[in-house]
């Protein structure tokens, strides 16, 4: 069964606070994704990694940046949290070749206060 | 970024009914996912479809990839209560591994 994990299902911080958001999936997959999702805005992409050690800036990537140092992991950092940032962030993996299935994570609540 | 367009935008419906929706695009595309979500969760992943005119079921749902490569459709027969949640599309452009997502149907079941 495939399986796309994150850290942390609630998280509260303060604001100016450094947020590391962890994801991890068990499918060998080469592309890892963090979302935001927020009311009347959808699904909105943060950042994109097809390799490990490799990204690309998706939609809405100020304020945050991104690592992978293993192709399992992926790790959204918000720098300094804003209230702004509250929101449900999802991570989503998908392989590369075959299928390009897309499997989300249960997601991260994260209110910003 | 780019949404798709998703109608109905929410719908009640009695138990046993059968739903229709649909997602449209200006863009082709080459595959297209249908996901529900449910409050505080993570969508999973319902029908994932890869031919223009494919067909594919799961259980009561049925997807179909439009022939024109711009739109889906999502069936759901005999709704049941736990039907109950934001279902939404996804399509993949052609030479991208970044999906466009649709705007989502809530869908609320009347026992």
């Known amino acids: 069964d495939v399986k796309v994990t994150q850290s942390s299902r609630y998280l509260v911080k303060r604001t100016g606070e450094k947020v590391f958001l962890e994801c991890v999936q068990d499918?060998?997959?080469?592309?890892m994704f963090w979302y935001r999702q927020d009311p009347g805005l959808g699904l909105r992409l943060i950042y994109f990694?097809?390799?490990?050690?490799?990204?690309e800036k998706g939609d809405i990537p100020e304020g945050y940046s991104v690592s992978r140092e293993k192709k399992e992991r992926f790790s959204l950092i918000l720098e300094s949290a804003s209230t702004n940032q509250t929101s449900m962030y999802l991570c989503?993996?998908?392989?590369?070749?075959?299928?390009?299935?897309?499997?989300f994570g249960p997601g991260t609540r994260l209110t910003v206060t | 970024g780019q949404q798709l367009n998703q109608s109905p935008q929410s719908m009640f419906i009695q138990e046993g009914e059968d739903v229709s929706m649909n997602c449209t695009s200006s863009?082709?595309?080459?595959?297209w996912l249908w996901y529900k979500q449910d409050p505080g969760e993570g969508p999973v992943l319902l029908i994932a479809?890869?031919?223009?005119?494919e067909l594919t079921s799961n259980g009561r749902l049925t997807a179909q990839f439009g022939i024109t490569r711009k739109d889906s459709f999502l069936n759901i027969s005999a709704s049941i209560p736990s039907d109950v949640g934001i279902y939404f599309c996804?399509?993949?452009?052609?030479?991208?591994?970044?999906?466009?997502f649709g705007t989502g149907t809530r869908l609320k079941v009347l026992a």
């Open positions: 499918m060998d997959h080469e592309n």
């Open positions: 863009s082709i595309f080459n595959t």
């Open positions: 990694s097809y390799d490990v050690k490799m990204k």
């Open positions: 996804a399509g993949l452009p052609s030479g991208t591994y970044k999906y466009i």
């Open positions: 989503a993996s998908t392989n590369r070749g075959g299928s390009y299935e897309q499997y």
């Open positions: 479809l890869y031919k223009a005119g």
